[in-house]
Structure formats: C-alpha cells, structure tokens
C-alpha cells in the first residue's frame, strides 16, 4: 500500500450499540453489544454510565400499519445472568400502572460519543430456552388491562391442573 492510498482511507469509527432497562424490581440494566468488557460512555447529558457486555442482535425498527414503532434486542445463551433478571420482572408484572411501566432506552455511540437515542417501553419478554428477545414499543403497554399472573405458590389448587 502506498502512502497516498494509506492516507486516503477513511477513518475507522468504533460504533457501540446498547440498551438500557429500568424497572423497580431490578434497577437500571445497561448492557453494550458486541463487547467483552464493561464500556464506560458519556451520554447526551454529560453524565458517565457504564455498560456491561452482552452478545445481542437488534433488530431495525419498524412501523406497524397502526402507526406504532417496534423493535427487537435478541441476545444469545451468554445473557444468562439479564435472563434472570427479565425473570422477576415477569414475576413483578410488567405493565402494573403503579409503576413507569418498563423503560427502554436504545442508544448508539459513535467513537464514545452518543449518536443515536430513542426512548420505548419493553412490550414483552421471549424466554426460550437459553434464548431471550425484548421486543419494545413507542406505544405504552400500562394502557392495557394485564392480570396478573396466578401462581401455584400462592394458590396451591393450581397444581391439580398443573
């Protein structure tokens, strides 16, 4: 390569992807994409946050025909320790409108520096196996009449269905 072909290249830009999940019974949950140690960023505010490293594939985000905006974060069998995680916010039950329902905050930074940033609710959590999805949504899931989940812990006549 000569010189003049080296010097004609553009710059590489180091571009992380993360997400961030609020909720009372887990706290905040930062985690950044692609990465095998905790990143420090700055974001748009000024204020430092650290995120942990995760193996995720996310999906771009599409308009359904009723005009809502949606999204999908998978993450591999590494995201164990989020699955347990997602698992009590299933038990908290996620769309309980005493609470700010589930923040979710996608956001891309470019070389450190926040690029990208869009705020949604988690819609649903998709445990499979070791696999796990968050879809999230622009469209506030504490609208929707949830009930809560009954459980054999506290109603022991569910076992004989069970």
Do not use: C
């Not at 609208?143 to 569910?158: D, M, Q, R």
């Amino acid at each position: 390569m000569t010189s003049r072909k080296f010097h004609a290249q553009q710059q590489k830009k180091i571009t992380y992807k993360t997400f961030e999940i609020s909720h009372p019974a887990i706290g905040v949950s930062r985690h950044v994409g692609g990465q095998f140690y905790s990143k420090t960023l700055t974001l748009k505010s000024g204020q430092q946050a650290t995120f942990e490293p995760i193996q995720m594939k996310v999906s771009l985000p599409n308009m359904s025909e009723y005009g809502t905006l949606s999204m999908k974060v998978d993450i591999g069998r590494v995201g164990s320790q989020l699955k347990e995680k997602l698992r009590l916010i299933d038990d908290y039950n996620i769309a309980t409108p005493n609470t700010e329902t589930t923040p979710f905050t996608y956001r891309e930074f470019v070389d450190g520096v926040e690029t990208i940033s869009f705020n949604m609710w988690v819609r649903d959590f998709v445990i499979d196996g070791q696999m796990v999805a968050i879809v999230a949504s622009d469209d506030n899931p504490s609208a929707i009449n949830v009930a809560k989940t009954y459980k054999v812990e506290s109603f022991p006549g569910l076992a004989v269905l069970s």
